[in-house]
Nanobody, 119 residues
């Protein structure tokens, strides 16, 4: 069982920046899919960005120019750098880890970190 712990959320003014971190209690390997999702009040959880096997990166279209996902496998940590934040970016941000070992697929979620963009 892998635990994911997010940090870095908080209150920021429009146009500001935040960096979220997600530390895994177990090893992350290059074939794992690591991603960030978010859920705003009254809305469904949506993909923000993810790194898939081979290091390819997917972004949600609305966040592609402003957010950057990265990971440090040596530190078992995934980052989300967010810039030019807008009020509509307000949400709980969740870290996700999807692993595969043979035919066993496992999916893990962090507890979430609140990001509030407001003046």
């Amino acid at each position: 069982q892998v635990q994911l712990v997010e940090s870095g959320g908080g209150l920021v003014q429009p146009g500001g920046s935040l960096r979220l971190s997600c530390v895994a209690s177990g090893s992350i390997v290059s074939s794992d899919v690591t991603g960030w999702y978010r859920q705003a009040p009254g809305k469904e959880r949506e993909l923000v960005a993810r790194i898939v096997s081979g290091g390819f990166i997917n972004y949600a279209d609305s966040m592609k120019a402003r957010f950057t996902i990265s990971r440090d496998l040596a530190k078992n940590t995934v980052y989300l750098q967010m810039s030019s934040l807008k009020p509509e970016d307000t949400a709980v941000y969740y870290c996700n880890l999807a692993t595969r070992s043979g035919s066993l697929y496992q999916n893990y979620w962090g507890q979430g970190t609140q990001v509030t963009v407001s003046s």
